[in-house]
């Protein structure tokens, strides 16, 4: 479709490049950002990528949203999209456990075994298609179609934080503990959300994500570190 | 040893607020700040702070509070009933307060949310560039949370000046609340519209710092209620499923996935904001042009009303006052004032 200028009050607008989730929408939202990062239009004071628009905040007392639609559109029509420079996190997971309250669920009602469901969580590549809803929370896209799954019927009061979600189409990794209508497998000993680290979050959109399973022992090895404030997890490919 | 501001009574709902958290939003982490921020402006203000200071916000009613060094007070939002040592102050102008002396601050009768600063400003740690609580995720404030009996907030120096009041009430604005359509309004018909801006809501009493939830005729999105998570501005009117609008506010969710009808123009989300729970409220729509002349009328108006903050006492005349006073009557006679 048409890009298309939304108002959103007056001081945002959306840029709506698709009211679909598709990767290549989503990586000139991500683009669009970045341009707007690194060369700026006056007035504009925040972005906000999401999986199919940009939510552009603005000074109205700077530009007015009338001259600031036009020149977003012109910015994408000469947006470089560069695909493969994103970062590629392996994420480790302790599936099942406390933390993974509907694995074996989710195993019966897909009929497979919970290790061929762990296989097939772990088989597929994510992206990061935007952070939101809470601090850090990750909205991953690229769930195999097998793992498609409604939402509870009744949410959880209480996720815990770190936990390896599947609501719908989508996948997560949450950040913050909170209530929840999405199905959980487990959990990573990464920190998502740290808002005493240096750098608060760890992922951001256009990231890409692989799972891989780890054993409590394991986990338990990776939390101690993380506890010691050592980094064990870096992105294999640098942005 | 820095001064301090002793919690000795608290309502539940009493928490730290600076202006919010700036540049976060892409990662999922919403300003926060005051509901009512002109009102919380004008608070810091009136007590010789800048802009970027720390005060509170309560809902209701504030709590009793007490410091350990001299220190310039003023309460904002609405009409705070307000006393010292038992004796009753005035909102919306500062007072001194001295250790040993209990500051009381009751209920507010025609507001929600109200402010209390304190000169110096509070300085407990910021957190992502804010000391704005964020209550649903714990950030920021005194250890994320809402303050207690007991809690003691460091203050920043206090710097000495005289007490100010208003010279005239911020201008709030009356009638239905404006709105700009979109960024989803074509989810929405004629039919739906025309309850929308057509009817009349009351805000429910499932009210937060996240969201105001609003009562009345129910809207049907013609094209369905959800829609693949965009971002959510201040503001936003989002229409679940059940037809009933919520409005979003200083700690909305960064995304979501309802259609949004319309955003509520900023130079009236204070005045939504501050309507009591069970109050009436009606929306009319205006363009985005029309709203944006509003927003910076609004954000003048402020300017205004810190920039003539009057001292108390000594200067009760103002200038703008006594230049509309004819005291020169008596001297040349009002025949020769005339052209």
Known sequence: MTPRILAAGDQALTVELSCEVDEAVNARVIALARSLADDPIPGVEETVPTYRSLLVLYDPGAVRGAALGPALLARLETLDVRPGAARLWRVPVEYGGETGLDLEEMARMKEMSPDELIALHGSAEYRVHMIGFAPGFTYLGGLPERLHTPRRATPRQVVAASSIGIGGKQASVNSVAGPSGWRFLGRTPLVPFDPAREEPFLFRAGDRIRFHPVTSAEAARLDAALARGETPVTPEVAA | ?339
Not at chain 2, 192 to 210: K, L, N
Request: hydrophobic letters at 40%.
């Open chain 2, 1 to 339: 040893m820095s001064a301090l501001l002793k919690i000795r009574r608290a309502s539940p709902m009493l928490t730290v607020q600076d202006r919010g958290r700036r540049g976060l939003l892409h990662a999922g982490v919403s300003g926060s700040g005051p509901m009512d921020p002109p009102a919380f402006a004008l608070a810091n203000a009136l007590v010789g702070n800048g802009p970027e200071a720390a005060g509170l916000e309560y809902a209701g009613f504030g709590g009793t509070f007490e410091v350990t060094a001299p220190v310039r007070i003023a309460v904002t939002g609405g009409e705070a009933q307000l006393s010292r040592d038992g004796a009753a102050l005035a909102p919306w102008e500062s007072h001194e307060l001295a250790p040993g002396q209990v500051l009381g601050v009751g209920a507010l009768k025609d507001a929600v949310w109200g402010y209390l600063a304190v000169s110096g400003g509070i300085e407990t740690p910021p957190v992502l560039g804010a000391r704005a609580t964020h209550l649903r995720t714990g950030l920021g404030g005194h250890e994320g949370r809402a303050l207690r009996e007991g809690d003691d907030l460091p203050l920043g120096e206090t710097a000495i000046g005289p007490c100010l009041r208003l010279r005239s009430p911020l201008p709030r604005g009356t009638g239905p609340i404006r709105v700009v359509p979109g960024p989803q309004d074509e989810f929405f018909d004629e039919a739906a519209w025309a309850a929308f801006a057509g009817g009349s809501f009351t805000v429910s009493a499932t009210r937060d710092r996240m969201a105001t939830a609003l009562e009345g005729q129910e809207i049907r999105a013609a094209k369905g209620h959800d829609i693949v998570s965009d971002g959510t501005p201040l503001g936003s009117v989002q229409v679940p499923g059940s037809g009933r609008p919520i409005v979003l506010m200083a700690e909305r969710q960064t995304t979501g996935g309802y259609p949004k009808i319309a955003t509520v123009a900023s130079a009236d989300l204070p005045r939504l904001a501050q309507t009591p729970s069970g109050g009436a409220l009606s929306f009319t729509r205006v363009s985005r042009e029309e709203a944006e002349e509003a927003a910076l009328a609004a954000r003048r108006a402020l300017a205004r009303a810190i920039d003539t903050l009057a001292p108390k006492g000594s200067l009760q005349l103002s200038s703008e006052y006594l230049l509309s006073v004819n005291l020169i009557d008596g001297v040349v006679g009002p025949e020769a004032a005339e052209p």
